[in-house]
C-alpha cells in the first residue's frame, strides 16, 4: 500500500512558477512508475506527466512540454512537479499517482492505483 501527499499549490500569477511535491509513504516507492493528472472545473481529469520508477524517462502532455518538470528523489521517497510560465488553463486540481505494475508512459488513469488527495492550483491572468 502506499499513501501519497501533495503540496506546493496555490495562487500564482499567469508567467509565474510552483513546485508541487509529493511525499509517499511506504519501503517500495523506488518500484512505482508516477505521475501527475489534473483535474480543472468542469473538465474531466487529464493526464499531465509520468516518470519511470527509477527516474530514467519521462512523459507530458503536449501542453506543458517546455514548461513542466517532472522529478523524484528516491532516497526520500518524494515525487515533484516544476511549473513555469503558467497560464490560466493549468488552473486545476493536481493529483499524484502512482502505480502498483509497469504503467510508464501511460496516460490512462487506470494504470494508476493510488493517488492523492490533490492540491489546487490557481493562475489568474
Known amino acids: 500500500q502506499v499513501q501519497l501527499v501533495e503540496s506546493g499549490g496555490g495562487l500564482v500569477q499567469a508567467g509565474g512558477s510552483l513546485r508541487l511535491s509529493c511525499a509517499a509513504s511506504?519501503?517500495?516507492?523506488?518500484?512505482?512508475?508516477m505521475g501527475w493528472f489534473r483535474q480543472a472545473p468542469g473538465k474531466e481529469r487529464e493526464f499531465v506527466a509520468a516518470i519511470s520508477s527509477i527516474g530514467s524517462s519521462t512523459a507530458y502532455v503536449n501542453s506543458v512540454k517546455g514548461r513542466f518538470t517532472i522529478s523524484r528523489d528516491n532516497a526520500n521517497n518524494m515525487l515533484y512537479l516544476q511549473m513555469s510560465t503558467l497560464k490560466p488553463d493549468d488552473t486545476a486540481v493536481y493529483y499524484c499517482?502512482?502505480?502498483?505494475?509497469?504503467?510508464?508512459?501511460?496516460?490512462?488513469?487506470?494504470?494508476?492505483?493510488?493517488w492523492g488527495q490533490g492540491t489546487q492550483v490557481t493562475v489568474s491572468s
Open positions: 511506504g519501503r517500495t516507492f523506488s518500484k512505482h512508475d
Open positions: 499517482v502512482a502505480a502498483k505494475a509497469a504503467a510508464f508512459p501511460s496516460s490512462d488513469e487506470s494504470r494508476y492505483d493510488y
